[in-house]
């Protein structure tokens, strides 16, 4: 059977019979003959090799590693020797810190996972709340028991390895949470909201899966905005102060590491909830290039923009994760097959030297659009936009990176306003009309996606299943279907009909739009030889939790790193006001080895952003808020996850 049918017939054996919302695979049917094309058919790519390989370390006899050809630089994965660690707390440690402690036998990882459980129990308030919980509310369901057991079970391979010697994942023992919209066998997994109870995974996404084989201990799910949409995020409080917003919609994973309710966090982003509470937080996160890393098991919000990536304390914490996660999943997710393979080697060192990033160019896009108070702030450079303290913090990392070896220049980049840089979102044509809507460039690739991964017919399965109550399903017809024109009420039938009924002729037209925009940018980096870019993502300090402006002044197209397909970190630089200030490393496809290195060298040199933890929380004054329930319970306020919804905000700020 040729490898591509056999991935489609497997994905759609997948689908069979199966409810569970948490367990949808892109399903890639050749639908040439109706008119229609699959995505994968688009994707090209070349890989075929099985899944990754965990990453390992040897112990007892030697530091030595056993990396597969995807992995890192077998030197990168020394540890650090536990006498040289500086005593602090034992959740205030990093990834490698604790790996190195675990493998000396100084900790266990039932003390460990037992000291983040502690703090959860003081810190996060009650479990199943979305809405302000009145703490950190980073943690929206947990598993105490399982996370113990597995706990115990690292405990006793660590105890083996030292006995007998052998290798393991720098990764086992180490305790981590999951966003809730990504698959953890036998939890429920809800995106966000309470309409979603009852929907239990069958299985470990992919990711999940992987970094279970390496030895993690699974805490539980992370709390995420309502179905992945809000980027400012409500739910849960920011880790430096619980009375401001955590940045969305990966918002639990952004604040969880910093408050030291675990090691790191599984983060998904469509359009910048990696990115964004990482940013709000001072996380080191990664958004991953689409097709680094598998999204099989994921709750979808956009296939095709859709991607999964650590958040944690470090970017050597972060690129450690993302070294064990990555490689193909061509049966679960075809995407993965566009990626290189081998995949380039992630970098968990700092290189050596004053000015490690000699040879390097950084620049800084002045065409990069910030939304002030909700208005598009176009032809004024972003850092005109800047509050005086991040412009001040801004200013003083670009001299930081000038310091050891950088070439940090103003250039151009791509002003996304303009329909002849921009195609894909900034043409206002209609490429065709379904079902009594106008198919942008963009919706014809998106809606087209949606309909390939059953976006709405695994929804309407399982509000017929009989799982959820009748006001879950009308939240969930509301939010997943559609009211067509002349239609009284949303409905499940009418979103099939305009997803489905995309020709192939016009995704295709979509498509190619798309990767002119992606020409495009390339070729404004090319022109000025540009490696990659710095920039802000938040301006100017986030607002409250409650009644406040969320973020002030943020990137206008914070959605066009996920719409190329591009990777992007993030990482603190400073603090303004008692919260992060935090800047990201953008480029080209598959270019993470760059950006994290970057990151990497400058954590390495200016360590005291990414090593300072805030103070606990105080108990909550104010009783805890209900969570929302019923078909009024609809996403969080402000710009949204969503591609069209986000281009729909754009064009908003700029009428």
Request: charged share 15%; proline share 9%; aromatic share 8%.
């Given at each position: 059977?040729?490898?591509?049918?056999?991935?489609?017939?497997?994905?759609?054996?997948?689908?069979?019979?199966?409810?569970?919302?948490?367990?949808?695979?892109?399903?890639?049917?050749?639908?040439?003959?109706?008119?229609?094309?699959?995505?994968?058919?688009?994707?090209?790519?070349?890989?075929?090799?099985?899944?990754?390989?965990?990453?390992?370390?040897?112990?007892?006899?030697?530091?030595?590693?056993?990396?597969?050809?995807?992995?890192?630089?077998?030197?990168?994965?020394?540890?650090?020797?536990?006498?040289?660690?500086?005593?602090?707390?034992?959740?205030?440690?990093?990834?490698?810190?604790?790996?190195?402690?675990?493998?000396?036998?100084?900790?266990?990882?039932?003390?460990?996972?037992?000291?983040?459980?502690?703090?959860?129990?003081?810190?996060?308030?009650?479990?199943?709340?979305?809405?302000?919980?009145?703490?950190?509310?980073?943690?929206?369901?947990?598993?105490?028991?399982?996370?113990?057991?597995?706990?115990?079970?690292?405990?006793?391979?660590?105890?083996?390895?030292?006995?007998?010697?052998?290798?393991?994942?720098?990764?086992?023992?180490?305790?981590?949470?999951?966003?809730?919209?990504?698959?953890?066998?036998?939890?429920?997994?809800?995106?966000?909201?309470?309409?979603?109870?009852?929907?239990?995974?069958?299985?470990?996404?992919?990711?999940?899966?992987?970094?279970?084989?390496?030895?993690?201990?699974?805490?539980?799910?992370?709390?995420?905005?309502?179905?992945?949409?809000?980027?400012?995020?409500?739910?849960?409080?920011?880790?430096?102060?619980?009375?401001?917003?955590?940045?969305?919609?990966?918002?639990?994973?952004?604040?969880?590491?910093?408050?030291?309710?675990?090691?790191?966090?599984?983060?998904?982003?469509?359009?910048?909830?990696?990115?964004?509470?990482?940013?709000?937080?001072?996380?080191?996160?990664?958004?991953?290039?689409?097709?680094?890393?598998?999204?099989?098991?994921?709750?979808?919000?956009?296939?095709?923009?859709?991607?999964?990536?650590?958040?944690?304390?470090?970017?050597?914490?972060?690129?450690?994760?993302?070294?064990?996660?990555?490689?193909?999943?061509?049966?679960?997710?075809?995407?993965?097959?566009?990626?290189?393979?081998?995949?380039?080697?992630?970098?968990?060192?700092?290189?050596?030297?004053?000015?490690?990033?000699?040879?390097?160019?950084i620049g800084i896009p002045q065409t990069d659009w910030m939304n002030v108070n909700n208005r598009t702030a176009v032809s004024v450079s972003p850092q005109q936009t800047y509050g005086a303290g991040h412009l001040a913090v801004f200013n003083r990392l670009v001299g930081e990176l000038t310091s050891i070896g950088a070439t940090v220049t103003p250039f151009p980049g791509l002003d996304m306003t303009d329909p002849v840089a921009n195609p894909y979102f900034a043409s206002?044509?209609?490429?065709?009309?379904?079902?009594?809507?106008?198919?942008?460039?963009?919706?014809?690739?998106?809606?087209?996606?949606?309909?390939?991964?059953?976006?709405?017919?695994?929804?309407?399965?399982?509000?017929?299943?009989?799982?959820?109550?009748?006001?879950?399903?009308?939240?969930?017809?509301?939010?997943?279907?559609?009211?067509?024109?002349?239609?009284?009420?949303?409905?499940?039938?009418?979103?099939?009909?305009?997803?489905?009924?995309?020709?192939?002729?016009?995704?295709?037209?979509?498509?190619?739009?798309?990767?002119?925009?992606?020409?495009?940018?390339?070729?404004?980096?090319?022109?000025?030889?540009?490696?990659?870019?710095?920039?802000?993502?938040?301006?100017?300090?986030?607002?409250?939790?409650?009644?406040?402006?969320?973020?002030?002044?943020?990137?206008?197209?914070?959605?066009?790193?996920?719409?190329?397909?591009?990777?992007?970190?993030?990482?603190?630089?400073?603090?303004?006001?008692?919260?992060?200030?935090?800047?990201?490393?953008?480029?080209?496809?598959?270019?993470?080895?760059?950006?994290?290195?970057?990151?990497?060298?400058?954590?390495?040199?200016?360590?005291?952003?990414?090593?300072?933890?805030?103070?606990?929380?105080?108990?909550?004054?104010?009783?805890?808020?209900?969570?929302?329930?019923?078909?009024?319970?609809?996403?969080?306020?402000?710009?949204?996850?969503?591609?069209?919804?986000?281009?729909?905000?754009?064009?908003?700020?700029?009428?």
């Amino acid at each position: 059977m040729p490898r591509e049918e056999a991935a489609r017939n497997g994905a759609e054996t997948a689908h069979e019979g199966d409810r569970n919302l948490a367990l949808v695979t892109l399903t890639f049917v050749d639908r040439t003959a109706s008119g229609r094309i699959s995505r994968r058919a688009l994707l090209g790519g070349a890989g075929t090799a099985a899944a990754g390989t965990a990453l390992s370390l040897s112990i007892g006899g030697g530091a030595a590693a056993a990396v597969p050809a995807s992995g890192p630089d077998p030197a990168a994965l020394s540890l650090p020797q536990p006498g040289q660690l500086p005593h602090k707390p034992l959740v205030d440690y990093e990834i490698v810190e604790l790996a190195s402690l675990l493998r000396a036998g100084q900790v266990s990882s039932v003390e460990l996972t037992q000291a983040y459980l502690d703090r959860i129990a003081a810190f996060n308030g009650p479990f199943e709340t979305y809405a302000n919980n009145g703490l950190y509310n980073a943690f929206v369901r947990i598993d105490a028991e399982a996370a113990l057991a597995a706990a115990r079970a690292a405990d006793r391979k660590l105890s083996a390895l030292r006995r007998d010697g052998g290798s393991a994942s720098p990764l086992l023992g180490i305790p981590i949470g999951v966003k809730d919209s990504v698959g953890i066998k036998g939890f429920s997994t809800q995106d966000g909201s309470a309409a979603f109870v009852g929907n239990i995974a069958l299985k470990d996404a992919t990711v999940v899966g992987r970094l279970r084989a390496a030895g993690v201990v699974l805490i539980g799910h992370t709390i995420c905005s309502a179905f992945s949409g809000s980027i400012t995020g409500t739910f849960a409080g920011n880790a430096w102060n619980v009375a401001y917003v955590p940045g969305g919609s990966s918002q639990g994973s952004g604040v969880a590491p910093i408050a030291r309710l675990a090691a790191a966090a599984i983060g998904e982003e469509t359009g910048g909830s990696i990115m964004m509470p990482s940013a709000a937080n001072g996380a080191s996160g990664i958004k991953p290039s689409l097709g680094t890393v598998s999204i099989a098991g994921l709750m979808p919000l956009s296939p095709g923009y859709d991607v999964l990536g650590p958040i944690s304390r470090s970017l050597r914490d972060s690129a450690l994760m993302l070294a064990t996660m990555l490689g193909p999943d061509p049966l679960n997710d075809p995407q993965t097959l566009a990626a290189p393979d081998p995949f380039p080697r992630i970098p968990l060192a700092p290189r050596p030297g004053r000015r490690p990033l000699s040879g390097v160019t950084i620049g800084i896009p002045q065409t990069d659009w910030m939304n002030v108070n909700n208005r598009t702030a176009v032809s004024v450079s972003p850092q005109q936009t800047y509050g005086a303290g991040h412009l001040a913090v801004f200013n003083r990392l670009v001299g930081e990176l000038t310091s050891i070896g950088a070439t940090v220049t103003p250039f151009p980049g791509l002003d996304m306003t303009d329909p002849v840089a921009n195609p894909y979102f900034a043409s206002s044509d209609v490429l065709a009309t379904v079902d009594g809507s106008n198919i942008s460039p963009s919706a014809a690739v998106v809606n087209a996606n949606r309909y390939e991964v059953r976006y709405a017919d695994a929804v309407a399965d399982f509000c017929a299943s009989g799982i959820p109550s009748a006001a879950a399903v009308a939240t969930l017809t509301n939010q997943y279907g559609r009211r067509a024109p002349g239609e009284p009420a949303a409905n499940f039938a009418a979103a099939n009909r305009l997803n489905g009924g995309i020709t192939g002729a016009v995704r295709y037209e979509g498509e190619l739009r798309r990767r002119r925009l992606i020409a495009n940018y390339t070729k404004a980096l090319q022109d000025f030889g540009v490696d990659f870019m710095l920039v802000l993502s938040l301006g100017e300090v986030i607002g409250l939790r409650s009644g406040g402006t969320g973020f002030p002044v943020f990137r206008a197209y914070y959605q066009v790193p996920n719409a190329l397909g591009w990777p992007m970190v993030s990482f603190p630089v400073g603090y303004v006001a008692g919260l992060a200030v935090s800047a990201q490393f953008w480029g080209p496809r598959f270019a993470e080895p760059d950006i994290i290195q970057a990151a990497l060298d400058y954590q390495a040199h200016f360590p005291q952003y990414h090593t300072v933890f805030p103070a606990d929380p105080l108990p909550p004054v104010a009783p805890v808020a209900p969570a929302p329930e019923g078909p009024d319970a609809g996403p969080d306020a402000g710009p949204n996850n969503d591609p069209l919804l986000g281009e729909e905000w754009i064009r908003r700020s700029m009428s």
